[in-house]
């Protein structure tokens, strides 16, 4: 952003082509190749002199370089080290016309190449396409594609999107509102304006147009987008916004998805990294420590291996967890994702809804039927259970013991086992209940689950922390604070104690106190780790969302650091985590969720206890919308998540199929 060179290859000094031509010869002939050589000449040449080296090679042994380099070496590296030989705007060629040939279409290299390209870029890569393949790429792409996925792509290989000087302030509100018109505020979506909009106005002016976009909308560009379009055109509109936004950050984005879970995207991954080494890979860096919490070198440290490794390394430049640095790149998106925070208005949205026509007489008799005699219908169970809301859940309780004389809980689990048993006992309590019985089984026995207190006392509401309180002490007969108390120690057990009073503000945000607040925290960071602690307590444990979003805000302003950055450097153990997850919350409380959703899932062995946890409190209040930000964060679905995790050590399946009908629909 105006900083001058952001890449981490650049020229070598004392650049001798024919010298490195002969070095590479070198290190190619005789029985074997010189791997380490190869790479570590090739990483340290700015693409420019790769250029150069591969004249010269052809100049002194008469043969071509990318030819001698795909003979000698294998696989993945073959690949990444053929690539960095291309110029980009062939790679780039290259990449395309892989994505449209033969049977399937890469829809995911089309979109990140055309949402991130300059219009200059744009140019050479048609141009590359026409000289290496003897056709249009226009033609290829529009043989390939459809719809007004189609439609957009053909808009934006024109390459003429209007320049970043260009700011139409008279059409900025006017495009806003256009953008409003076509999607929000009437039935169906005007695809045209998207497409007009968004493929040819100037980056700096979309940017303004966002801005107006969600005061007129209280939503973001993005979720509009989500809501309104679908397929693969809402991802190629999406991947635009996100460039729009932040490039480095789209890339970042788009780097992490191809390393995480099982199995590398390795096209994506050699994709990116040859082609943003000399432009803007410093900048990815720091959105991506920014964002994942780990430094992209790190991440390429764990997931890959051999001289494919070192070579990513190279390219990466460095490790940015070691450095321990926080960059100006990195402080202007973080202010920029607060100002987003704080402007959206987030409509929960469950997944589990009233059954119509409910008769809780005819449920509670379905169910005893489905106890009695031999054996169990669990099937019977499950579809009544999963498909009524609590509100009816609650009365079939009550139709149960009036109508029979027995206790359906009681019912219930002398009939069903182990994780099945465990998630329709959950669904037919109250959430009052329900939360007091997770926090008992948090606390009780050797250990203690402290990201389960977290998560609960985090993200309830006043009112429902009350609730939970009332309903601890009737069922075991003793406080819950006194229950915390006696169960942690320490500045955590003081953050839990605060929270589990519920007294968290909800008044009008007001700016002076926001500044105030902003100020505090920034001061605090100078003072001894406990009093640090002490005073982000009494801001992050009693202030309400809307106020935090804004003082985190200003807290960037203040520090230009993230309050999330601070959290995990100056402080660790289970105040750190308390401190993390009240700042994810704040800004985004279905992401948060969706984390949690993934952790519980991913690796070896699944964290049962956390997912009934989560999928049963969040059915009914916005589990669709932690399930969009699943599907965002980590490119699969909640439910393929839960299909392939959620059966081990299950054989009936009864408690993936329960898990399942909660999810409520496939992304």
């Not at 005699?373 to 509100?391: H, K, L």
Request: glycine letters at 6%; a negative charge; aromatic letters at 8%.
């Amino acid at each position: 952003m105006g900083r001058g060179f952001r890449g981490t290859v650049t020229d070598y000094p004392d650049f001798d082509a024919n010298g490195d031509a002969e070095a590479l010869y070198n290190a190619m002939k005789g029985f074997g190749s010189d791997k380490e050589a190869i790479l570590d000449l090739i990483t340290s040449r700015s693409n420019a002199q790769r250029q150069e080296i591969r004249g010269a090679y052809k100049s002194l042994y008469g043969k071509d370089l990318i030819d001698d380099l795909k003979y000698e070496l294998t696989g993945k590296f073959e690949r990444l080290i053929i690539a960095l030989m291309r110029l980009p705007a062939y790679h780039d060629a290259k990449e395309m016309k892989d994505a449209v040939k033969g049977a399937g279409t890469d829809e995911k290299c089309l979109i990140e190449i055309m949402a991130s390209r300059t219009n200059e870029q744009t140019h050479a890569l048609r141009e590359a396409y026409s000289d290496a393949y003897g056709m249009d790429l226009e033609e290829a792409v529009v043989g390939d594609t459809s719809g007004h996925f189609k439609k957009m792509l053909v808009v934006l290989l024109q390459g003429t999107r209007e320049e970043d000087d260009v700011v139409s302030e008279d059409l900025v509100e006017q495009d806003a509102q256009d953008l409003y018109a076509a999607g929000e505020e009437k039935w169906g979506t005007d695809e045209a304006t998207f497409i007009m909009l968004l493929g040819n106005r100037s980056v700096t002016h979309l940017r303004l147009v966002f801005d107006e976009y969600q005061k007129i909308a209280e939503k973001s560009i993005e979720d509009s987008i989500k809501s309104e379009l679908s397929g693969d055109f809402e991802r190629l509109m999406l991947a635009v916004v996100q460039c729009i936004r932040s490039v480095p950050m789209f890339f970042a984005k788009r780097l992490y998805k191809s390393m995480k879970g099982l199995g590398t995207a390795d096209n994506t991954l050699i994709r990116i990294m040859v082609s943003r080494a000399e432009i803007d890979m410093l900048d990815i860096r720091e959105c991506f420590r920014l964002r994942y919490e780990k430094s992209l070198y790190s991440m390429i440290q764990d997931d890959t291996s051999g001289e494919y490794k070192r070579t990513l390394l190279k390219l990466c430049g460095g490790d940015d967890d070691v450095a321990g640095e926080f960059f100006p790149e990195a402080a202007q998106i973080a202010y920029k994702m607060w100002e987003i925070s704080a402007m959206t208005r987030i409509t929960p949205r469950g997944t589990v809804f009233p059954a119509a026509d409910f008769d809780p007489a005819s449920d509670a008799q379905a169910l005893r039927k489905a106890m009695k005699g031999f054996g169990t219908d669990e099937d019977a169970i499950i579809n009544i259970v999963a498909q009524r809301s609590n509100e009816q859940r609650q009365e079939i309780r009550q139709a149960f013991k009036s109508l029979l004389g027995r206790d359906l809980m009681a019912d219930l689990k002398s009939e069903l086992s182990k994780n099945l048993c465990r998630l329709i006992m959950g669904l037919m309590m109250t959430p009052a209940e329900f939360d007091a019985r997770m926090m008992k089984k948090a606390m009780e026995g050797a250990g203690t689950d402290e990201h389960a207190l977290i998560e609960i006392l985090v993200t309830r509401s006043n009112e429902e922390i009350h609730a939970m309180s009332a309903a601890y002490e009737e069922a075991y007969k003793k406080s819950l604070e006194d229950a915390i108390t006696s169960d942690t120690s320490g500045h955590f057990c003081r953050i839990l104690v605060s929270l589990v009073q519920g007294a968290r503000e909800d008044g009008p945000v007001e700016m002076d106190r926001v500044q105030e607040d902003a100020q505090t925290l920034a001061d605090a960071c100078n003072d001894e780790s406990s009093e640090m602690e002490v005073k982000f307590m009494s801001i992050l444990c009693t202030r309400s969302f809307r106020h935090l979003r804004r003082v985190f805000q200003e807290f960037v302003l203040c520090t230009n650091k993230d309050i999330e950055q601070i959290i995990k450097k100056e402080m660790s153990g289970d105040v750190k985590q308390a401190f993390y997850a009240i700042v994810r919350s704040v800004k985004n409380q279905p992401s948060y969720f969706a984390d949690r959703l993934y952790k519980a899932m991913k690796g070896l062995g699944t964290d049962d206890r956390a997912l009934i946890r989560i999928m049963v409190s969040r059915c009914g209040v916005d589990l669709f919308n932690i399930r969009k930000e699943f599907k965002e964060t980590h490119d699969a679905s909640l439910h393929e998540f839960i299909q392939v995790e959620a059966f081990v050590g299950d054989t009936s399946g009864d408690y993936r199929k329960t898990l399942l009908m909660l999810c409520g629909g496939e992304d």
